[in-house]
């Protein structure tokens, strides 16, 4: 079993109901919340509306070769950055032809923390044609479940905020 | 908050575990159930050495720009199909260069029902790389989240089993 909490059912329609209204479709990049953004959005139905869809780009040879992050922006900045974040977004985005895209990477542990990039490091970005990708950082608390899900309600608040 | 219940963390462990072994990487299609599998197995540590990437293909047109499941399949067949299934799970295939892949395309409701195709009617396929794909049928009842948790739960099931 899978169970969703009232505040993500509730973000996701509040998402759902205001990309409906602007016409939006939307499209997801995620790489540590491993699919989960996607899974909260079409748990609401009518997500169908809006949802185009999403990448669940785990290693880093998917992120090159399917949404078409540079490998050397992968190798000199890392897979989780602002610079890999963006173009997560800016890639879903093109490939997709969406109206609007979320990204997340991130170290949800519990291995692959280092001093500067410790575990709970999550990068989201958005980007909407012809307008420069959005980036913000954050450093979540927790457990491997726990950081994800922090992830979650803050990529699902963010993409809400931005859909204007 | 996202909770997986302990069967569903149990069957994506022993896949990792069984993936591992084999030194097989695995990719997901996924309409229905929106990137819930991907994110099942994702939610364990250490999925990143078998895990390569999913594909969230909400709609048609995404099964086909992405996937590269043929229009004239989806018009004559429908996306919730044996066909569409198989050429959901090939497509990934191919595009991931993975070793086995899952897809899942289905009705999970509470609208989009018909006689022929009732809510609950869901598809799974396997494609391993010079096999004809394995397709499998299955309707499952209650409501949107039941369907999607059966979906994931019989495709967890299905992935772990043709793992050999």
Chains 1, 2 share one sequence.
Do not use: W
Not at 85 to 95: C, K, N, T, V, W
Not at 139 to 159: K, T, V
Request: proline fraction near 2%; glycine fraction near 8%.
């Amino acid at each position: 079993m899978v169970h969703f909490s009232e505040d993500i059912i509730s973000l996701s329609s509040s998402i759902i109901e205001k990309a409906s209204k602007l016409n939006y479709r939307i499209t997801l990049a995620e790489s540590c919340t491993g699919g989960l953004i996607s899974s909260s959005i079409t748990a609401v139905p009518g997500s169908s509306n809006v949802f185009t869809c999403g990448y669940v780009t785990y290693s880093n040879h998917s992120k090159n070769r399917i949404l078409g992050v540079p490998m050397d922006a992968i190798e000199q900045f890392g897979a989780v950055s602002d610079i890999v974040a963006s173009a997560m977004a800016e890639g879903a985005l093109a490939l997709s032809k969406a109206d609007i895209s979320l990204s997340v990477t991130g170290i949800a542990g519990p291995k692959g923390g280092t001093k500067d990039k410790p575990v709970g490091l999550v990068f989201l970005s958005i980007a909407k044609i012809n307008t420069d990708a959005l980036i913000k950082k954050y450093i979540f608390a927790g457990s491997r479940d726990e950081i994800r899900r922090s992830a979650i309600s803050a990529g699902l608040s963010l993409l809400l905020n931005q859909l204007q």
